[in-house]
């Protein structure tokens, strides 16, 4: 939590305001963010000084293992983030690639699990690096990437985190993500949630111990909109500890996640929090 607030203090203290085409609006920002998340430990990274809806930042992840390209899809898990995007975006909703109602495109999961090759067939990243991973295999290329620049106009959004390196030491396994633009009131929360989460399933479903999840950011902004009540609410507030994730031991295999797995079978404990903050969301 503390990592988290001082990232918060040093964009309110030393931010650069920089425009940002997408969205109209100006922003706070910071060049290079290095989080680091202590899976081994079990310090889930839940923000406290706001009340924080860790459900949904589940549920978008297991969309991103399943591999949906449609906002319907992720709110039957449970979340409803891809609602606006998939919708309310301009450029997208004239995009002649996009399907129709709540059609993301090929943006993120789909990248993971179904990579275009030229020759028409598709590589999934994501089992590649399970079954490698499952045989106790590093060849230090245990990546994935959502971040196709040659389909970029084919989906609603540019992946934001955009690749996960997983690396094999012993019998512990480590995560490194990349993000190249965070909206630090409202996306890394949920970010740093599925960091944490992302390297603990993949510890469960490969047979290994889960050690650390680095977090690397790029762009790190407070939005103009978000400013005062991150600066004047959120910053006041004293965190409390970290509380802890509990995820069902019958998880077992990258088939429980893409079939039955459901928030149900998550659970967090000891989560005492500040109350919520309604943080404007730029679209």
């Not at 202590?38 to 930042?57: C, G, M, Q």
């Given at each position: 939590m503390k990592q988290y607030l001082d990232l918060c203090q040093r964009i309110v203290d030393g931010g650069v305001w920089v425009a940002n085409e997408r969205t109209g609006k100006r922003c706070l920002t910071v060049i290079?963010?290095?989080?680091?998340?202590?899976?081994?430990?079990?310090?889930?990274?839940?923000?406290?000084?706001?009340?924080?809806?860790?459900?949904?930042?589940?549920?978008?992840?297991?969309?991103?293992?399943?591999?949906?390209?449609?906002a319907a899809d992720f709110r039957a898990l449970g979340t409803p983030t891809w609602n606006a995007n998939a919708n309310l975006n301009e450029a997208w909703l004239a995009n002649p690639h996009r399907k129709g109602e709540d059609d993301m495109g090929r943006v993120y999961g789909v990248q993971g699990r179904a990579w275009a090759k030229p020759d028409g067939g598709v590589i999934d990243q994501l089992?590649?690096?399970?079954?490698?991973?499952?045989?106790?295999?590093?060849?230090?290329?245990?990546?994935?990437?959502?971040?196709?620049?040659?389909?970029?106009?084919?989906?609603?959004?540019?992946?934001?985190?955009?690749?996960?390196?997983?690396?094999?030491l012993g019998d512990t396994l480590y995560l490194t993500s990349y993000q190249r633009s965070c909206d630090v009131p409202l996306g890394l929360n949920f970010n740093q949630v599925?960091?944490?989460?992302?390297?603990?399933?993949?510890?469960?479903?490969?047979?290994?111990?889960?050690?650390?999840?680095?977090?690397?950011?790029?762009?790190?902004?407070?939005?103009?909109?978000?400013?005062?009540?991150m600066r004047d609410v959120q910053l006041k507030r004293e965190p409390f500890p970290a509380p802890q994730l509990e995820i069902n031991p019958d998880i077992k295999?990258?088939?429980?996640?893409?079939?039955?797995?459901?928030?149900?079978?998550?659970?967090?404990?000891?989560?005492?929090?500040?109350?919520?903050?309604?943080?404007?969301?730029?679209?």
């Open positions: 290079n963010a290095d989080l680091e998340y202590r899976v081994d430990r079990n310090e889930f990274p839940l923000i406290t000084t706001r009340k924080s809806y860790w459900k949904a930042a589940i549920a978008e992840l297991l969309g991103y293992i399943r591999g949906y390209s449609n089992r590649k690096v399970v079954d490698n991973l499952s045989r106790g295999l590093d060849d230090r290329g245990e990546i994935i990437s959502f971040y196709n620049p040659g389909e970029f106009h084919m989906g609603c959004l540019r992946p934001c985190m955009h690749t996960h390196n997983f690396s094999l599925q960091v944490f989460t992302f390297l603990a399933l993949m510890a469960q479903i490969t047979g290994h111990k889960a050690g650390v999840a680095y977090h690397k950011i790029v762009n790190a902004h407070i939005y103009e909109d978000q400013l005062e009540l295999s990258l088939e429980d996640l893409e079939t039955w797995v459901t928030m149900d079978d998550f659970a967090v404990h000891n989560y005492q929090h500040h109350p919520a903050i309604q943080y404007p969301f730029s679209v």
